[in-house]
C-alpha cells in the first residue's frame, strides 16, 4: 500500500519552532546546533519512498529566523510492486532577513527504482539561503533506478534557478555519456542566495576537474559537481561551501 505523508517545520526569529509535525516515515526531531541556528533533523522512521508514495517536506522560515536542516542518514529510493514513481516534494519559503541552511544527506537511486523528486524555494529579498542537493546513482555495484529531480527557486517573486535532471532507464539519452556523467555516480548541486553578492559577485571557476562555481543573474551562485562516489562529491560541495557561504 502506498504512502501518503507530510512533514511540516515552521522557524520563527527567536529560536521557536511553532510547527513541528512529524508524518509516517518523515520523523522531525529537534537537534542541538551550534552557532545561532535552530536545528531540525530528518530522521527515517521507515523504508521510504517506494513506488506509488507520496511524500512531501514543508518549511517555513519567518522573518528575521535562522534554521539549520539535516538529515540522519541518506534517503533510498527503492524498488516496489506498484508501476506508480515516487514522488517526493520540497517546498520552502524564506522570510525577510531569514537565513535557512538546508543540507541533507544524499538521494540514492537504487536499481529499480523510480523516484521523482521536486524542491520548490521562495526567498524574500533579503533572505540568505544554502541548499544542497546529492544524487547517488545506485548502490555500489549496482546500476542506477530511474531519478527526475527539478529544483525551481524564486527570489522576491521572479525566478532565480528552474533546472531539472534525469538519469537512469527512461532518461533522455546520453545521460551516462562524456557530455553529462562520463561515467560518475555521483552528482550534486550547491546553490547560495546571499545579497552581499549584488556588491561582491561571485567570479566563475573550476574546482578541480569535474566541478565548477557560476554566478546566477541574481545574488547567487551554483556550484556543481560530479564524482565517482559519494564521498568524493562531498568533498567538491564542502570545497565550494567554504568559498561561498559565511553565514
Do not use: C, N
Request: proline share 8%; no cysteine.
Amino acid at each position: 500500500m502506498s504512502l501518503r505523508a507530510t512533514a511540516r517545520i515552521t522557524a520563527d526569529a527567536d529560536g521557536g519552532l511553532p510547527l513541528l509535525v512529524s508524518d509516517g516515515p518523515l520523523a522531525l526531531r529537534r537537534t542541538r546546533a551550534s552557532g545561532p541556528y535552530t536545528r531540525v533533523t530528518v530522521v527515517g522512521a521507515m523504508s521510504a519512498p517506494l513506488g506509488g508514495d507520496r511524500l512531501a517536506v514543508e518549511t517555513e522560515v519567518r522573518a528575521g529566523a535562522r534554521l539549520l536542516v539535516d538529515s540522519a542518514a541518506a534517503t533510498l529510493a527503492l524498488p516496489s510492486r506498484s508501476a506508480e514513481p515516487a514522488a517526493y516534494d520540497v517546498r520552502i519559503g524564506v522570510g525577510e532577513d531569514g537565513v535557512l541552511r538546508w543540507l541533507p544527506e544524499q538521494v540514492v537511486s537504487v536499481r529499480g527504482s523510480d523516484l521523482r523528486m521536486r524542491t520548490v524555494v521562495e526567498v524574500a529579498a533579503t533572505a540568505r539561503l544554502l541548499l544542497r542537493e546529492e544524487q547517488v546513482l545506485g548502490r555500489h555495484g549496482e546500476p542506477p533506478g530511474t531519478l527526475v529531480t527539478r529544483l525551481t527557486v524564486r527570489r522576491a517573486g521572479r525566478p532565480l534557478l528552474d533546472q531539472e535532471l534525469a538519469f537512469g532507464p527512461g532518461a533522455p539519452g546520453g545521460w551516462d555519456g562524456g557530455a553529462v556523467l562520463g561515467g560518475h555516480r555521483a552528482i550534486g548541486q550547491l546553490l547560495v542566495v546571499d545579497p552581499a553578492f549584488e556588491e561582491k559577485p561571485v567570479h566563475p571557476r573550476l574546482i578541480g576537474e569535474h566541478a565548477a562555481v557560476t554566478p546566477l543573474a541574481g545574488p547567487a551562485a551554483l556550484a556543481t559537481a560530479v564524482a565517482p562516489d559519494a564521498l568524493a562529491l562531498r568533498r567538491l560541495l564542502d570545497d565550494a561551501l567554504s568559498e561561498l557561504a559565511p553565514f
